[in-house]
């Protein structure tokens, strides 16, 4: 038999912002993007992030699979200066619309995701 939860729900994700693409004074790399992720202000709160997974999740006009929703997968690589924000690869570059009206959501265990 099976107990009932006692407590609080626990939620296995963070919520970020996608604040662009990695960039220098001329160029973009859009093959790696910048997220703020929610509560994390510190190059050492990052450290814990490094190699966790991404989830960019849209909503799609057209059903695919039995369903609206499409994810993008991705990798936090590193930190990227001193506030808490982080580089991370998706499996496919983020598009452009995604850093206008975008949150992610990472998870703290090995499948986060990320949503809209």
């Not at 939860?5 to 662009?20: A, F, H, K, P, S």
């Not at 001329?26 to 093959?31: C, E, K, L």
């Not at 992720?37 to 039995?66: D, F, L, Q, S």
């Not at 991370?88 to 998870?107: D, G, Q, T, Y």
């Amino acid at each position: 038999m099976v107990k009932g939860r006692q407590g609080e729900r626990v939620r296995l994700y963070v919520r970020g912002t996608i604040l662009g693409y990695k960039r220098s004074k001329s160029n973009q790399y859009p093959n790696t993007s910048l997220i703020q992720i929610e509560g994390v202000n510190t190059k050492e709160e990052v450290a814990w992030y490094a190699g966790k997974r991404m989830a960019y999740i849209y909503k799609a006009k057209v059903k695919k699979n039995g369903s609206h929703y499409r994810c993008i997968w991705g990798k936090v690589t590193r930190p990227h200066g001193n506030s808490g924000v982080v580089r991370a690869k998706f499996k496919s570059n983020l598009p452009p619309k995604s850093m206008v009206r975008m949150e992610i959501e990472s998870e703290s265990s090995c499948t986060p995701a990320i949503y809209e």
